[in-house]
């Protein structure tokens, strides 16, 4: 009979020993000493406490049990000699049926493996919709991973553990994510469309209005209408708009979404999450037939990124009243005029129907958005959640250093007016200073000497500075602080110098009152609280203008790689948060009862 969480929290030692039997493989002590903390308020708490007895293990014993593990189809495999949940694992990945090609690669891959690291490759090969990854996502997993630095693999091949623990312990306790299964299969879905020349290749990419953007629009009203939505419609800009009523026609209204267009070569779940969470909390309502002191609008922003068009925020812009006119004659790579794009698209693209897709922030209660972390935070902490406390300020700027290009064999050091070595100069400089703020980051992206010659001095070097941290007044000491040494660093050398600011964002904090029901959410499903400042930008930020608002992040693997087709996300930790997606409606629910 499959176990409850009440009988592990009630149950004798030995009793509760045998009910997390397995868990990690030859090594009881972590459940045991996990167990100590019982009552758990939720498997998630459970899984949390075992991730911390970890964590406070010394290396060795963590070492130890990551030997313990068996080779992934190696020769405990052959021989039969396997843990039963292990035999399960590799055999479910395909690995018991390898062609003799793959397995000699797979043991020459061991090998390799082991001589620079010293311990066995772990990988959940489950994955992370727990349905199990495909031999070749494994084989690509081990080459990729073969690159890592020690330390860095010791902590993936532990959060892998983690992972198959994870698995384990739901199969244990009869446990589905069920909700989180099928939003992930949703992204899995939307995925299939992508711009030509990036699917031929097997990646993807949805840029503002192209064909597969209008397939993915067409898809997100088909699902919403699914899920029950009242109003489903596609707006002026493209933003695909859901309208699930309130109890009564006058109720206020919560807005949430986020985008479903995508960088080149992008994840499947950058921006896509933050449709989908919310969507699932409707389909939940609208099953159970239950309306809701407010009503719930969830927008797909069709257009965040500003790949097609320099118009990055252009789909959460336009409820914020933002649209730039002279947008409409921009065109892209191809010629296109935005106008053209949108007129193709059976859009309007007059001002005017754009204009009115401005919100009355006073009909809405507030913004929340949940968003896939895109960085290693959460990932290297263990944690599924994280409640953003502001997106990070920001300031870009386009600069070009003026040296004077002369011949590298006979100018001697000191006579050189280099323009490279200047940058260089204030790159460091840059990573030093952002780093002495702890939260602040610094980083030069583009560095070019135009027309350089392996036999020149650098006489000309453009480069780009991008500032931001977690307030504006920090961000403008930054900004000062290296400005003033680019500066120095210039006038030290003789080297002219033009610069131009092309972006600057305003810090957008959390509003306390929003921010607090992420916190109580979180706080609800037994999983520890992490707060947090977001680094990149999202829509909220454009929602924060004219509103409160506040983000949930979701932990990515990988270290939490965006803008990448590694970026992924468990199963497991969507289902947590849409269990705090809801949880927030409840609460928004409770204080606006009558
Ligand atoms: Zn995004």
């Not at 030859?26 to 903390?37: G, V």
């Not at 091949?157 to 244990?172: P, Y």
């Not at 790949?307 to 649209?323: M, N």
Request: glycine residues 8%; contains cysteine.
């Amino acid at each position: 009979m499959t176990p409850t969480l009440h009988q592990l929290n009630s149950a004798d030692p030995a009793e509760a020993m045998r009910l997390l039997d397995g868990l990690y493989e030859h090594s009881p002590w972590i459940a045991e000493q996990a167990l100590a903390q019982r009552p758990f308020a939720s498997l998630a708490a459970l899984k949390h406490a075992m991730v911390t007895v970890l964590a406070h293990a010394s290396v060795d014993a963590q070492l130890t049990l990551i030997r313990a593990h068996p080779e992934l189809a190696g020769k405990a495999m052959v021989s039969q000699s396997l843990t039963a949940e292990s035999t399960h694992e590799q055999t479910k990945a395909g690995l018991t049926n390898c062609t003799p090609e793959e397995f000699a690669h797979i043991q020459q891959l061991n090998a390799q493996y082991n001589a620079k690291f010293g311990f066995p490759f772990i990988l959940a090969v489950r994955g992370p919709r727990g349905t199990g990854l495909a031999k070749r996502e494994i084989i690509a997993t081990f080459e990729r991973r073969l690159g890592n630095p020690v330390d860095f693999e010791r902590a993936e091949c532990l959060r892998n553990i983690h992972r198959i623990a994870e698995i384990r312990l739901n199969d244990k306790f009869g446990f589905e994510p069920v909700l989180g299964n099928e939003v992930w299969d949703w992204h899995e879905d939307l995925s299939r469309h992508s711009d030509p020349a990036f699917a031929e290749q097997g990646q993807l990419t949805v840029t503002y209005l192209t064909d597969a953007h209008r397939a993915c629009a067409a898809d997100l009203v088909v699902r919403m209408r699914e899920c029950g939505f009242d109003e489903v419609d596609i707006d002026a800009v493209g933003n695909v708009v859901g309208r699930y009523h309130g109890a009564t026609p006058d109720a206020p209204t919560l807005l949430t979404g986020s985008h479903f267009d995508t960088v080149r070569n992008g994840g499947k779940y950058d921006g896509r999450l933050g449709i989908f969470v919310p969507m699932a909390c409707v389909k939940q309502l609208h099953a159970a037939g239950r309306r809701l002191p407010f009503a719930i609008e969830v927008v797909g922003f069709s257009e965040e990124e500003g790949q097609r068009y320099k118009a990055t925020f252009l789909g959460s812009g336009a409820l914020t009243g933002h649209f730039n006119p002279t947008w409409l004659d921009q065109q892209d790579a191809d010629g296109v005029t935005m106008r053209a794009a949108m007129l193709h698209a059976g859009l309007p693209a007059t001002l005017e129907a754009i204009g009115a897709l401005r919100r009355d922030p006073s009909k809405y209660l507030g913004f929340v958005e949940v968003h896939i972390e895109q960085g290693p935070v959460l990932n290297e902490m263990d944690l599924p959640l994280g409640v953003v406390t502001s997106i990070n300020a920001s300031v870009r700027y386009l600069c070009e250093a003026i040296g004077m290009a002369s011949h590298a064999g006979t100018t001697p050091m000191n006579r050189r007016r280099d323009a490279a070595s200047a940058v260089a100069e204030l790159a460091l400089h840059a990573e030093q200073r952002a780093a002495a703020d702890g939260d602040s980051v610094a980083t030069i992206g583009m560095l070019q000497v135009p027309g350089g010659s392996i036999n020149v001095v650098p006489g000309r070097c453009l480069f780009s500075l991008d500032l931001r941290a977690p307030s504006n007044a920090q961000r403008d000491a930054l900004e000062r602080d290296i400005l003033a040494q680019l500066l120095a660093i210039c006038e030290r050398r003789g080297i002219g110098l033009k610069t131009e600011e092309t972006m600057r964002a305003a810090a957008a904090p959390s509003a306390p009152a929003w921010q607090a029901r992420w916190e109580t959410a979180v706080n609800a499903l037994g999983v520890p609280l992490h707060r947090m400042p977001s680094g990149a930008g999202h829509d909220a930020m454009k929602l924060h203008e004219v509103m409160p608002q506040a983000m949930l992040f979701v932990r990515g693997l990988n270290s939490g790689i965006s803008h990448n087709p590694l970026e992924s996300t468990t199963s497991d930790d969507i289902e947590l948060c849409v269990r705090a997606f809801s949880h927030l409606l409840e609460q928004l629910a409770t204080e606006h009862k009558h």
